[in-house]
């Protein structure tokens, strides 16, 4: 599956009163003429075409090449052209910036910038499950029917759905097996994640619990590896009226997955391909062949959700719900308001497909057509959220001074404000003593906060005790404790902007009723 977009060309030294057109030619195989374009600085196209590729063999990609000729309208005459092989583009990045010459290793005559999404796919790859068990939380066993389908679509268009026969021990033994049309990028990407709806049935056929799978959680390459899972099994029980609506832990599944007919290779994760050579990037997954071009292999790439982000993200584990709650914070009704609030332009809001009562919902930035799990919303003042086209990465943008940062400059404690300088470095305004520091004041315990004197040295007052001290409390802390503190501190941020901005929006709907209501007073 090739996708070819939003080609470029910067610098060109063509007569600056003339048209051009690009001449795109896949492998020899399938080729592409654009619309003539007037010449400037930059100069773009709306062009887009997608197709099908028969390789043969991946062997043979590193022989083939992607070209790409940049002509005069007037004459025909060749600007430049600018190539890359189809191996680099299949294992390499899926953004390219290439120098055009004129003719073989002449000079340059401009650049050229695009797209090309390259994804091998198998029309039957295959995931096997075996040795399914469903317990309770006390560990006994669950009994009943189990249906099992994937969010994904076989080569026919249509959702795969396996039924399984009544068990008294909740277990099934296996193999039972669902096939899909799909690609390696496809299958793990994130948002949205991929997964395996697993239904539990009674005996009267009613919904007993769901529990799901994501695919990138539970994956090995290698063919014929068994990769054990364990995940919770959830139960809605507001079909029972005594227990309103809420969704809670009942159980556990587990089992195993081994994968078939996997495709061999698969695209960068964000990255850029300069003339052959890639600069950043991560790989897909482990194992993945790496692309030609790199000095050493890439980091594997981590979504929004595996990284450890300041921001709120809707992805929150039922073990850490359970801790939530007990402090005063209610995540599922958080969740629910934030529904009523608009998101920034340009922005929309989408939800996972396939996972019943575990889909989460994820954002969408048209203008990078990228997704993230990060919200982005309740952006302080000068500050907007954006996702990098290139590399698919989630950063800030500080528009006081035109620089952007990967840091969330929301959750800033009160008096706080995050700002980044000049050069790219981020600090912190503290207002009541009119003082900046580099060092974060976020992810304190909840009742310490920090402080900065006279000389912009940062203190911390413990709220129960009124003591001060200069020792930071997160010194010499395990992460998981500093990031669970991060988290606390986020939520609690997140719900008090919830809640002022719902407070906001039903005083605008009551105002707007009153005047309304005047208006209808005056007429009347």
């Known amino acids: 599956k090739v996708c070819l977009h939003d080609f470029e060309c910067q610098g060109l030294t063509a007569d600056a009163r003339?048209?051009?057109?690009?001449?795109?030619?896949?492998?020899?195989?399938?080729?592409?003429?654009?619309?003539?374009?007037?010449?400037?600085?930059?100069?773009?196209?709306?062009f887009r075409a997608g197709f099908e590729y028969i390789a043969g063999s991946t062997e043979k990609l590193s022989g083939q090449e992607l070209v790409v000729r940049c002509l005069s309208l007037a004459d025909n005459k060749l600007v430049g052209e600018a190539a890359v092989d189809l191996e680099t583009v299949a294992y390499g990045p899926a953004c390219f910036r290439l120098t055009l010459h004129d003719r073989e290793h002449g000079p340059p005559t401009g650049f050229v910038k695009f797209g090309c999404v390259m994804?091998?796919?198998?029309?039957?790859?295959?995931?096997?499950?075996?040795?399914?068990?469903?317990?309770?939380?006390?560990?006994?066993?669950?009994?009943?029917?189990?249906?099992?389908?994937?969010?994904?679509?076989?080569?026919?268009?249509?959702?795969?759905?396996?039924?399984?026969?009544?068990?008294?021990?909740?277990?099934w033994m296996g193999p039972c097996s669902l096939?899909?049309?799909?690609?390696?990028?496809?299958?793990?990407?994130?948002?949205?994640?991929?997964?395996?709806?697993?239904?539990?049935?009674?005996?009267?056929?009613?919904?007993?619990?769901?529990?799901?799978?994501?695919?990138?959680?539970?994956?090995?390459?290698?063919?014929?590896?068994?990769?054990?899972f364990r995940t919770p099994v959830m139960y809605d029980f507001s079909v029972d009226q005594r227990y309103g609506a809420e969704i809670k832990q009942i159980g556990e599944l587990e089992g195993v997955l081994r994968y078939q007919n996997l495709p061999v290779c698969a695209q960068m994760v964000g990255g850029l391909c300069v003339d052959g050579h890639i600069e950043e990037g991560y790989m897909l997954i482990e194992a993945l062949p790496c692309p030609r071009g790199v000095s050493?292999?890439?980091?594997?790439?981590?979504?929004?959700?595996?990284?450890?982000?300041?921001?709120?993200?809707?992805?929150?584990?039922?073990?850490?719900?359970?801790?939530?709650?007990?402090?005063?914070?209610?995540?599922?009704?958080?969740?629910?308001?934030?529904?009523?609030?608009?998101?920034?332009?340009?922005?929309?809001?989408?939800?996972?497909?396939?996972?019943?009562?575990?889909?989460?919902?994820?954002?969408?930035?048209?203008?990078?057509r990228r997704t993230t799990w990060v919200d982005p919303r309740f952006m302080p003042e000068h500050w907007e959220q954006r996702v990098d086209s290139e590399m698919g990465r989630v950063y800030f943008q500080y528009h006081a001074n035109k620089t952007t940062t990967y840091v969330d400059p929301r959750?800033?404690?009160?008096?706080?404000?995050?700002?980044?300088?000049?050069?790219?470095?981020?600090?912190?305004?503290?207002?009541?003593?009119?003082?900046?520091?580099?060092?974060?004041?976020?992810?304190?315990?909840?009742?310490?906060?920090?402080?900065?004197?006279?000389?912009?040295?940062?203190?911390?007052?413990?709220?129960?005790t009124k003591a001060t001290s200069w020792k930071d409390p997160r010194e010499g802390q395990p992460e998981s404790l500093l990031a669970m503190w991060r988290q606390m501190e986020s939520l609690r941020w997140w719900s008090d902007q919830v809640l002022q901005n719902t407070d906001l929006s039903m005083s605008r709907v009551h105002d707007d009723r009153g005047e309304l209501r005047r208006q209808m007073d005056l007429s009347g």
């Open 18 to 46: 003339s048209e051009v057109y690009l001449h795109v030619d896949f492998a020899g195989v399938r080729a592409f003429r654009t619309d003539a374009a007037k010449l400037a600085e930059e100069t773009r196209w709306s």
């Open 119 to 171: 994804r091998m796919r198998s029309p039957d790859l295959t995931v096997i499950c075996t040795d399914l068990h469903i317990t309770t939380q006390e560990g006994a066993a669950l009994p009943g029917r189990l249906h099992i389908s994937g969010s994904l679509e076989d080569a026919g268009g249509k959702a795969s759905v396996l039924s399984l026969p009544h068990s008294t021990d909740g277990f």
């Open 179 to 228: 096939a899909f049309d799909t690609t390696l990028a496809d299958l793990l990407r994130a948002p949205p994640c991929e997964c395996l709806r697993f239904v539990i049935l009674d005996q009267e056929g009613m919904s007993a619990g769901e529990a799901s799978v994501e695919f990138r959680s539970a994956f090995s390459i290698t063919l014929g590896t068994e990769v054990e």
């Open 296 to 368: 050493q292999p890439p980091p594997i790439w981590k979504d929004d959700s595996e990284q450890q982000h300041f921001g709120f993200v809707l992805c929150v584990s039922p073990q850490l719900l359970e801790e939530l709650e007990a402090s005063g914070i209610d995540v599922k009704q958080l969740d629910t308001a934030l529904d009523q609030l608009e998101l920034p332009m340009h922005w929309e809001m989408r939800q996972e497909r396939g996972r019943g009562l575990l889909a989460r919902r994820y954002f969408s930035d048209p203008q990078a």
């Open 411 to 464: 959750g800033c404690p009160s008096g706080w404000e995050m700002r980044v300088s000049k050069n790219g470095g981020t600090y912190f305004v503290h207002a009541p003593s009119m003082q900046t520091t580099f060092s974060d004041p976020r992810g304190l315990p909840s009742h310490i906060e920090g402080a900065l004197d006279s000389q912009a040295r940062m203190f911390f007052k413990d709220n129960n």
